[in-house]
């Protein structure tokens, strides 16, 4: 593997990142086109439905007579299917681009390595793999939801410095303010949020962004009973919402969407997320409270996790937190008065 390639690849990569989530459930891809060792365009998927990261590359070329003296670069494999836009395969033979540098294979299985395969086929110098677990790990939501045909399933809490989430019935704020801001980011991350009843019901939470800038997610909640008040703010109809029951409810509400599923069967989560996927919900956080976070963990149904360590004691009293394993703590971070504990699953493949 070329250092150059590496270079230009991380410059994809880059690219990849500003989509910021506007383009789900598609993958965040990246692109560029390089002349004589000089980029002269550079693209990415901005919105799903929209161009793909190659195309808006290949236009943003001014002379493109040049493109038949260039490379190409993309951190994803060129869909090879007419979806939503035209094949960026046929595109690339159009202008008779004679190298191509592809991060990762697509393993959608309308493309899954069609589109390198016809490129090679057509005399195009195709390189693979460059930086190819970067990107993969990049895209692990999209890989998630090809793979396994689930959303990729983070969880976050707040835990006391003696090890409790909160004091059940009340609405207690156990982190720090820098901490709420961090929360909304993991928010701006997903595509949906998770809360179980009573955390719903105690909480009341919004479950939006407000201390941060991104695509407003959707809520979920489980009400098995449908006993959550249309009172609180997940039925304000400013958000889709949905809700997971065991009971046809007797009226539908402003912009909530009500999924009836058996809460006694042993696969209810796992059927439950499937449903989310079925919706192109590509990714979750499960925000609470312990009886849903442990639900996952037993399972052991979670991909990452956040754990903000606050240094407020409850007195030995309260809902104990969940513990998951040091072994798979990736890193530490300080943050104000609270400490932001990340985990990753070893069960993780890409």
């Known amino acids: ?33 390089v002349h004589k060792a000089k980029i002269i365009g550079e693209g990415w998927h901005k919105l799903f439905g929209a161009a793909h990261a190659e195309v808006n590359a290949i236009n943003s070329v001014q002379d493109k007579s040049l493109l038949s003296e260039s490379c190409l670069y993309v951190t994803l494999e060129p869909c090879f299917h007419f979806g939503k836009t035209p094949p960026c395969v046929d595109l690339i033979l159009q202008h008779q681009i004679p190298r191509v540098v592809i991060g990762c294979r697509d393993p959608y299985h309308e493309v899954a390595g069609q589109s390198i395969e016809k ?69 701006a991350n997903e595509a949906a949020i998770i809360v179980g009843t009573e955390t719903a019901a105690c909480d009341n939470p919004q479950l939006n962004l407000r201390h941060y800038f991104g695509e407003q997610p959707t809520r979920v909640v489980f009400d098995k009973n449908l006993r959550l008040s249309e009172k609180l703010h997940l039925f304000d109809g400013n958000q889709k919402t949905l809700v997971f029951t065991a009971f046809e409810p007797v ?61 407020t004691k409850l007195i030995n009293q309260g809902i104990e937190a969940p513990i998951l394993s040091p072994a798979l703590c990736q890193a530490i971070e300080q943050l104000g008065n609270d400490s932001i504990e990340y985990y990753i699953n070893n069960k993780i493949t890409l």
């Open 1 to 33: 593997m070329e250092a150059i390639d590496q270079l230009f690849m991380r410059r994809c990569i880059q690219l990849a990142t500003l989509a910021g989530g506007r383009n789900r459930p598609n993958p965040e891809v990246g692109s560029i086109i």
């Open 119 to 187: 490129l090679k086929k057509a005399g195009v110098d195709v390189i693979t793999g460059v930086l190819e677990k970067e990107v993969a790990w990049l895209n692990r939501r999209f890989f998630c939801n090809v793979q396994k045909k689930l959303p990729y399933i983070v969880l976050k809490f707040a835990v006391s410095s003696d090890g409790f989430m909160g004091i059940r019935g009340e609405n207690l704020q156990i982190s720090g303010p820098m901490s709420k801001h961090f929360v909304h980011k993991l928010r």
């Open 251 to 311: 009226i539908q509400k402003n912009n909530v969407e009500y999924i009836v599923l058996n809460f006694n069967s042993a696969d209810f989560l796992q059927k439950a997320m499937h449903e989310l996927y079925l919706r192109k919900i590509s990714s979750v956080l499960i925000e609470g409270g312990a009886s849903l976070l442990n639900s996952f963990l037993s399972m052991n149904f979670w991909d990452e996790a956040y754990i903000i360590r606050s240094n």
